[in-house]
C-alpha cells in the first residue's frame, strides 16, 4: 500500500495579518502535530511571505503567481519573488482566480508549469459547479481541467505536484461534499492521471487534498477515505483551533 504523507493546506484568501500568523505558527508548532505522516501548508497574502518564521515546521505557500518571468505587469508577482520568499509550494488555478480573475485551463497550465520548472509544488485545483454536477458533468469537467495541464506539461512538472479537488458548490457555502462522493471523485482523479502516459507513473503517490468547508467535525471522515490525502481549507483555517483540530484529525 502506498503511503502518501497527509497535507493540511490553509488557504487565508484575503484574509489575516501579522498576528494571526504568528499565533498560527506558535500554535501548530508547539502541538507537535507535524509528523512524518503529516504535513501542514500555509498559503497566506503576498504581504505575509516575509513575515512567517522560517524556523517553524510549516510549510509556507502561495496562493497565486503569473505565467510570465518578469515585465510590465503590474500589480503581479513572478515565480522567482516567490522563490526568493521562500515559498515551497503555490496554489493554482483555484477556482475563484479562475471564475472571478477569468483564468482560463491555458492560463492555469501556464502557471502550473512555471511554478515546477522553477522548483517549486504546484496545488493545482479542480473542481466542477453545482450546475455541471446536478448534469453529470463532473467528471468530464475535472477531466478536461486535468488534460489541459498535461498538454502543456512535461512528465518531470509532475514529480512535486499536489491536486486539490474542490467542488465549487462546496467552497465557502458551508456544504461538503459527503466523505462517500468525494471519495469517488478522487478515486476517479487519480485514475485519470492513471490513463495519462505523462501521469501514469505518478498518479498512485499524487496527494490529492479535499477542500470545501472542511471543518473540524467532519475532517475525519473525510480524510478516513482511501484517496483523500489532505485538505485545502479555506475559512476554517483562519481559527488556529479549528485549523489545530483538522492538523489533529489527520494524525
Ligand atoms: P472553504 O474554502 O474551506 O472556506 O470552503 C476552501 C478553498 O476555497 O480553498
Known sequence: MTIRRTLIAANWKMNGDIALLDSM??????????????????????????????????????????????GAYTGEISIEMLKQAA??????????????????DQIVAEKFVQIARAGLKPVLCL?????????????????????????ASDVNDWAHAVIAYEPIWAIGTGKTATPEMAQETHAFIRENLRSHSKTHDIAETMRILYGGSMKPDNA???????????????????????????????S
Open 25 to 70: 505558527l506558535s500554535v501548530i508548532d508547539s502541538e507537535g502535530v507535524i509528523s512524518d505522516t503529516v504535513e501542514a501548508l500555509i498559503c497566506p497574502s503576498f504581504t505575509l511571505l516575509g513575515a512567517f518564521d522560517k524556523q517553524s515546521n510549516v510549510c509556507l505557500g502561495a496562493q497565486n503567481v503569473s505565467q510570465h518571468d518578469s
Open 87 to 104: 515559498c515551497e509550494y503555490v496554489i493554482v488555478g483555484h477556482s475563484e482566480r479562475r471564475e472571478i480573475y477569468a483564468e482560463t
Open 127 to 151: 473542481g466542477e459547479s453545482l450546475e455541471q454536477r446536478e448534469s453529470n458533468f463532473t467528471e468530464k469537467v475535472l477531466a478536461q481541467q486535468i488534460a489541459a495541464v498535461i498538454d
Open 220 to 250: 475525519v471522515d473525510l480524510l478516513s477515505q482511501a484517496d483523500i490525502d489532505g485538505g485545502l481549507v479555506g475559512g476554517a483555517s483562519l481559527d488556529p483551533n479549528s485549523f489545530i483540530s483538522i492538523l489533529k484529525a489527520a
